[in-house]
T-cell receptor, first 116, second 118 residues
Framework: AQKVTQAQTEISVVEKEDVTLDCVYE???????LFWYKQPPSGELVFLIR??????QNEISGRYSWNFQKSTSSFNFTITASQVVDSAVYFC?????????????FGKGTLLTVNP | GAVVSQHPSWVICKSGTSVKIECRSL??????MFWYRQFPKQSLMLMAT?????????EQGVEKDKFLINHASLTLSTLTVTSAHPEDSSFYIC??????????????FGPGTRLTVL
C-alpha cells in the first residue's frame, strides 16, 4: 500500500521568510510519480510539479524548489522569500505507473500561512 | 497546463433529491477521470476511477448506487449523488488524466463543486 506523510499540519511564517514543507512517502513500487499541489482558499487544486522516481535531480522554478531524496523517501518543497499569495494548503501526492496504479494517494496537507 | 472544468461550482439541494456534477476536460481527451471527496480541512479521498466507455471502479467503502458515475465521452464524466442526505454535503473534485505520452502524464483537477444538502 502507498502512504504519504506530511507531518507539518500548519506552518506560519512572515513574508520574505523561506519555508520548507516536508513530505515522506512509502511505496513498494520501484517506479512511481511524486507530485505537489497547491490548494488556495478558492478550493481549486493547482498542479505544481511531478517528479519521476528515476529522476533524482532537484528542480527549481522561480521561488519554488524541490528536493527529492530517494534514499530517505522524501520529496520536500521549499518556497524562497515567501509571499502572502503563497498562503494555501499544499498537498504532496504519490502514484504508481500504469493502469490502476495511477491512482493518486494524497498526504493530509500542510496549511501554510504567510503573514505580511 | 491542461484545463478541467466542473459544473456547477456549488449547489444547495433538499434532502432526498439527486444532484448531477459534470467534469469536462477542455483542451485534451481524458480516457481516465477521477472523483474525489474532500471534507473541511481534510485531504482528498478518492471515490472512484472513471474510464471512458466502461464501468467506474469504486474505492472500498464508496456506495456504487449512491454515487453514480458515467464517462460517456473522452471529455466528459458525470457524478450523480442520488437521494442526497446532509452527510453527503462535501466538496467534490474531479481530475482528468492528461496522457499523451510521457512526460505529460499528469492529473489536472477541476475547481470543485461544493454540495450542501439541507
Amino acid at each position: 500500500a502507498q502512504k504519504v506523510t506530511q507531518a507539518q499540519t500548519e506552518i506560519s511564517v512572515v513574508e520574505k521568510e523561506d519555508v520548507t514543507l516536508d513530505c515522506v512517502y512509502e511505496t513498494r513500487d520501484t517506479t512511481y510519480y511524486l507530485f505537489w499541489y497547491k490548494q488556495p482558499p478558492s478550493g481549486e487544486l493547482v498542479f505544481l510539479i511531478r517528479r519521476n522516481s528515476f529522476d533524482e535531480q532537484n528542480e527549481i522554478s522561480g521561488r519554488y524548489s524541490w528536493n527529492f531524496q530517494k534514499s530517505t523517501s522524501s520529496f520536500n518543497f521549499t518556497i524562497t522569500a515567501s509571499q502572502v499569495v503563497d498562503s494555501a494548503v499544499y498537498f504532496c501526492a504519490l502514484s504508481g505507473l500504469g493502469g490502476s496504479n495511477y491512482k493518486l494517494t494524497f498526504g493530509k496537507g500542510t496549511l501554510l500561512t504567510v503573514n505580511p | 497546463g491542461a484545463v478541467v472544468s466542473q459544473h456547477p461550482s456549488w449547489v444547495i439541494c433538499k434532502s432526498g433529491t439527486s444532484v448531477k456534477i459534470e467534469c469536462r476536460s477542455l483542451d485534451f481527451q481524458a480516457t481516465t477521470m477521477f472523483w474525489y471527496r474532500q471534507f473541511p480541512k481534510q485531504s482528498l479521498m478518492l471515490m472512484a476511477t472513471s474510464n471512458e466507455g466502461s464501468k467506474a471502479t469504486y474505492e472500498q467503502g464508496v456506495e456504487k448506487d449512491k454515487f453514480l458515475i458515467n464517462h460517456a465521452s473522452l471529455t466528459l464524466s458525470t457524478l450523480t449523488v442520488t437521494s442526497a442526505h446532509p452527510e453527503d454535503s462535501s466538496f467534490y473534485i474531479c481530475s482528468a488524466r492528461d496522457y499523451r505520452g510521457r512526460p505529460t502524464d499528469t492529473q489536472y483537477f477541476g475547481p470543485g463543486t461544493r454540495l450542501t444538502v439541507l
